[in-house]
């Protein structure tokens, strides 16, 4: 099951994203991470000549790049470097504060965490818990990025806790953990510094490219104002470019990169100079056997499902032979999946005759736009998509919020079920591939022309469960509301994790204990909440799963 889409677990991913051209130098491990200030380094700056003019631009000195090395790879401003900012405003908190940024608190007693748990209402604390005091929070933002510190806080696993005017977030493992960066050249021009960075890894390009970063000096502290990942590094220009792939949206920096003996072709997307997604070019043709491309020829953007949102095609070659990459986009922070079985089918029809026109003649025949203006065409393409994928679907049309088009059910028969609607012309996909049939998810429930969705989720072999009821918003893929905790033993330690001795302990299978979650960002009291559960419990529900074959489905739209 996607849990994901449907309770907010506590997991934090963090993006690693920004722009840029690369710097040959050897891989020699910059000089260790002992404390500097920033005082230091002005004292030990060169004094400047009597030719050289106040506000000149000058290239650091060697042991003013070390001095910066040392300085970017302290907690407190190794947050910094690595994610990227085009000004202050656009910082990313989980990044800068993810090493503590030289002001977490240590040995938090045990009354100051539960404080913590009860207001978060957590049972336990989950990965490395950071803490920063509010004062040292605020401070850190006027002296480090000339702002104030934001009110709203960046995401669920920040938390303000009032009793200790504190900050609290989680810290997980990250791709930078272990790796120092190394300042390779810079220069200044008065207190304005621009500097470049390289990670300490034998390749720099993608996520790990140089970093330059601007600043400037005011008193011992930096002020920092922009930090850009040199992005295109060792990029295949050819296949490298700007393309408008969202309607009414600025252009996505499409970014391929050389081949490179071990990991093949990597390309992936940036948007507004920040890592968005990858694409994976690897190549899957059967059971036993995949590769992955060595050269990309072709590359062409246009909507081949219906969405409004232009979808990828990439032709290139492997040991295999030519291959196509059909990446379609998708209502999820992914944003593009690879349409397996679909690239396979169309290399064996196509075979010798592989062109960006051949590929998209079969996609779209005719309907070279892929518009459409009813419901039954659309549902047709779509449905013809997944049928050339494989056969192991099923299909439905049901009434799911009462209006007079249908949505389209297509159930991968005890592993996945997608859901799509349609409205002025545009297939919106409510469901994309939810995975069920196993680790206790049954599967999805719809109540008829309500527009509401329920999942049954358990978790131990069913001592906690989770009920959900979802909803799409303006057309968006379909999201929690509302759900119910329940556990089905006695939690006698308060963890709300089922130990041996608390389920020999549970002689009957019963509600030990229910929270009631409301995930709508609405604030809203807890008698409240269960009474809008209790209202979604009096529906009539009936199970969301497919019932024709293909013929039978394109027979009924016709």
């Known amino acids: 099951m996607n849990i994901k889409r449907l309770l907010p677990l506590l997991s934090v991913a963090l993006l690693i994203t920004g722009c840029g ?95 913590y748990l009860a207001a978060v209402d957590q049972p336990q604390v989950y990965g490395d818990l950071y803490v920063m005091r509010a004062t040292d929070f605020n401070k850190f933002f006027e002296t480090h990025l000339g702002t104030s510190a934001p ?14 005017d504190s900050y609290y977030y989680y810290h997980w493992d990250s791709m930078y953990d272990g790796k120092d960066f190394k300042c390779i050249s810079g220069e200044k021009d008065g207190d304005s510094y621009t500097l470049r960075f ?53 252009p996505i ?29 690897s190549i899957f043709r059967s059971v036993d056997y995949n590769t992955s491309l060595n050269k990309v020829t ?46 396979e089918k169309i290399e064996e029809e196509l075979a010798g005759n592989i062109t960006v026109s051949s590929v998209k003649e079969m996609l779209l025949g005719d309907n070279s736009d892929c518009k459409f203006e009813n419901y039954k065409d659309a549902y047709a393409h779509i449905a013809g998509l997944y049928n050339m994928s494989g056969d192991n679907y099923v299909y439905g049309l049901i009434d799911a919020d009462g209006d007079d088009v249908p949505e389209l059910v297509i159930d991968g028969q005890g592993y996945n079920v997608s859901l799509y609607s349609f409205e002025n012309g545009i297939i919106h996909c409510l469901m994309y591939k939810w995975a069920y049939g196993a680790g206790g998810n049954y599967g999805y429930m719809y109540a008829p022309g309500k527009g509401l969705y329920s999942n049954h989720n358990n978790d131990y072999a069913g001592a906690v469960q989770y009920d959900s009821y979802m909803t799409s918003h303006d057309g968006k893929e379909i999201s929690t509301d509302f759900y119910v905790e329940s ?14 001795e608390e389920l020999s302990a549970t ?34 529900y009936e199970e969301l799963t497919g019932y024709m074959s293909y013929d039978e489905l394109i027979s009924s739209l016709k």
């Open 151 to 164: 009110k709203d806080l960046p995401d669920s696993y920040w938390a303000y806790v009032a009793d200790h």
């Open 198 to 250: 390289e990670l300490n890894t034998e390749k720099h390009y993608e996520r790990f490219a140089d970093r330059i970063i601007k600043f400037t000096k005011s008193g011992d502290n930096l002020i920092l104002e922009s930090n850009f990942i040199q992005w295109d590094d060792n990029c295949d220009e050819t296949q490298t470019f700007d393309v408008e792939l969202y309607p009414s949206e600025a």
């Open 298 to 343: 072709a590359v062409s953007f246009f909507d081949f499902n219906a969405d409004g949102v232009k979808d990828i095609l990439i032709i290139g070659e492997s040991d295999m032979g030519e291959n196509i990459r059909l990446e379609e986009s998708v209502p999820n922070e992914y944003y593009y999946e690879t349409c397996y079985g679909i690239d």
């Open 487 to 500: 556990l089905f033993f006695k939690d006698t330690d308060g963890d709300r994790t089922p130990s041996e």
């Open 21 to 115: 051209k690369n710097t040959t130098t050897d891989d020699t491990a910059p000089a260790s991470s002992q404390e500097i200030s920033v005082e230091e380094i002005q004292h030990t700056e060169k004094p400047q000549s009597e030719e050289t003019a106040a506000d000149e631009t000058v290239e650091l000195s060697d042991s003013e790049l070390d001095e910066f090395t040392t300085l970017f790879n302290t907690p407190e401003y190794k947050g910094f470097l690595t994610d990227p900012f085009n000004n202050p405003d656009d910082i990313d908190l989980n990044a800068v504060f993810y090493y503590g940024a030289g002001i977490d608190v240590k040995d938090l007693s045990d009354d100051e965490i539960n404080d």
């Open 253 to 281: 920096h499409f970014v391929t990169y050389k081949p490179d003996p071990e990991d093949g072709i990597k390309i992936v997307l940036i948007k507004d100079g920040k890592f968005m997604t990858s694409i994976n070019t």
């Open 507 to 540: 002689e009957e299978m019963e509600v030990f204990e229910a929270r009631y979650r409301n995930c709508t960002g609405i604030e809203m009291s807890e008698d409240e909440i269960k009474s809008q559960i209790a209202e979604y419990d009096s529906y009539h």
